[in-house]
């Protein structure tokens, strides 16, 4: 897989017909590495590991309907009251983050609330502040650290 731009972590995999899977410690099992999983795992890891976020607070790949359409988010991290914290859209490497992206995020966040979005493709990463009064985002250096 491709190197990223997060710090090395350790990962568990298994293979198995021909086929190399990750272990996801938020869904408690393996599955299929794909280039965006690859980023989507090392976020997790990011969280966990450099920003102090418990693992019981992430939530990964859940359905949410916009517009009476099904979509699906990469990585949500909730308060302890159950409000959303952080919304995290990844792409694989090789994936340009465009407009299109943010755009994408910014419509799952019209229905989840998030107070911070972060956008990743492994090799660059964004963040960002909801300015919801105003109706933007500012963008920010880093996401802050968890607190408890």
């Given amino acids: ?7 090395k972590y ?5 293979n198995s017909e021909n086929k190399v899977s990750i272990f996801d410690t938020i869904r408690k099992k393996f ?10 795992q090392h976020c997790i890891k990011f969280l966990i590991e450099e920003k102090g976020y418990p ?5 990964i790949e859940k359905e949410l309907k916009i517009n009476s359409l099904k979509k699906r988010y990469d990585i949500v ?4 009251d ?9 792409k694989a490497p090789t994936i340009k983050i465009s407009q299109d992206t943010f755009d994408q ?4 966040n019209m229905e ?8 990743t493709n492994g090799i660059n990463h964004y963040y960002c502040q909801m300015d919801f009064k105003n109706e933007r985002y500012q963008f920010l250096r880093e996401i802050p650290d968890y607190k408890t």
């Fill in 31 to 40: 599955v299929i590495l794909q280039p965006e999983e690859w980023v989507r």
């Fill in 105 to 108: 995020i910014a419509q799952y």
């Fill in 1 to 7: 897989m491709t190197e990223l731009n997060f710090s």
């Fill in 112 to 119: 989840l609330n998030a107070s911070y979005l972060m956008v």
């Fill in 55 to 59: 693992e019981s607070l992430i939530n």
């Fill in 77 to 80: 991290v909730f308060n302890t």
């Fill in 82 to 90: 159950g409000s959303i914290h952080l919304v995290i859209e990844c």
């Fill in 10 to 14: 350790s990962f568990r995999f298994k």
